[in-house]
């Protein structure tokens, strides 16, 4: 089993910043990869980034590249989401994931083990 921690959301103006971190506990060397993904009401969580444990490869989605970064402190066993140029649209409950296996990266149906979530809100 792997636990999941997500902290760093909150309230910030378009145009700012937010770092997200995801403190990860337990089995953890089992761990292929871990993501962010987010989601809004009514809507399905939806990929934002990854980041494979051997090596570090990093993957993004169309509407993360160029303001997002995925980032990871093996030590620390922390992940973190850098967010810059936050847009309102960015607004969702934003979930840290692991997979124990490589399945793929973009579905959430591929990761086994979920945090409980950190809400981000950005206002214009």
């Known amino acids: 089993q792997v636990q999941l921690v997500e902290s760093g959301g909150g309230l910030v103006q378009a145009g700012g910043s937010l770092r997200l971190s995801c403190a990860a506990s337990g089995h953890t060397i089992s761990v292929y990869a871990k993501a962010w993904f987010r989601q809004t009401p009514g809507k399905d969580r939806e990929f934002v980034a990854a980041i494979i444990s051997r090596g570090g490869k990093t993957f993004l989605a169309d509407s993360a590249r160029g303001r997002f970064t995925i980032s990871r402190d093996i030590g620390e066993n922390t992940m973190y989401l850098q967010m810059n140029s936050l847009k309102p649209d960015d607004t969702a409950v934003y979930y840290c994931?692991?997979?124990?296996?490589?399945?793929?990266?973009?579905?959430?149906?591929?990761?086994?083990?979920w945090g409980q979530g950190t809400q981000v809100t950005v206002s214009s």
């Open positions: 994931a692991a997979q124990q296996h490589n399945r793929g990266l973009l579905a959430s149906a591929d990761y086994d083990f």
